[in-house]
């Protein structure tokens, strides 16, 4: 990335150019970036191509001012802490279903970043993570906004990531590079057994919760508590689109699951 795209893409989360790359501007960055980038599948739906490549995944986000998911939320924030001069790791996961066990290998991508002598587990892309970067070689609990959080060995040279005590994901520990994850990516977007195929999301983190749009059912979490809307009709989705993530669409996304009936 040059200096323009650098600093397009700081403005789009709402951030300076941190004067130091330590462990406080990461968390800041982390953060920042969940609160204005959204995650969302709708290129799924609306036909539009996932190139895993950094330059189109900075385009996505920044110029059409788009999100996606963690492959392209990953992906790109990768690319931007690389260029502030963070070292940066891309790593493998396999994300747990609802029957507790892992999915195939390449089902998410996260990153390892390096900053103030220690190694930090960065994700922006798992829809509901840590609100901060968590210290990838901490046994412990490690209490964020978004939860209780922890990483441990598996046993099988892997690492777990659970959250108030589920687990999320297992990590490879050993580095990938973006072109990995193509041929997951691939199917992701095209199976009819993965979930980004079967349904529409978009979440985006807000100060004290968060917010999502699924097809057309609204929900606002947060201090005050959970409220669920189901919108009237189209106009209503396209209006939370724009309003809540800054998406600004000209038709509603349909699931390929509900165009296939």
Sequence with gaps: MDEAAVEAY???IGVGR?????????????????????FENLSVHLGEPVRLEAGALVEKIVARRRGGFCYELNGAFAALLTALGYPVTLLAGRVHGKDGRPGPPFDHLALSVEASGRRWLA???????????LLLDERGEQADPGGVFAVSEDGRGDLLVTRDGAPGY????????????????????????SAFTRSLV?????GDG??????????????AGRRETELPDDAAVLTA??????IALDHVPRARADTAR
Excluded: N
């Design 10 to 12: 700081l403005a789009r």
């Design 18 to 38: 941190p004067v130091r790359t330590d462990a406080v501007a990461l968390a800041e960055l982390h953060r920042r970036h969940q609160m204005a980038v959204p």
């Design 123 to 133: 994700d922006v892309g798992f829809g509901r993570f840590a609100t901060h970067p």
């Design 170 to 193: 297992l990590l490879e520990p050993r580095g990938r590079e973006l072109a990995d994850f193509r041929v997951a990516a691939w199917w992701q977007c095209t199976s009819p057994e």
């Design 202 to 206: 978009c979440s985006l983190l807000t």
């Design 210 to 223: 968060h917010v999502t749009l699924s097809g057309r059912r609204l929900v606002v979490t947060g201090a």
């Design 241 to 246: 689109y724009r309003d809540h993530f800054g």
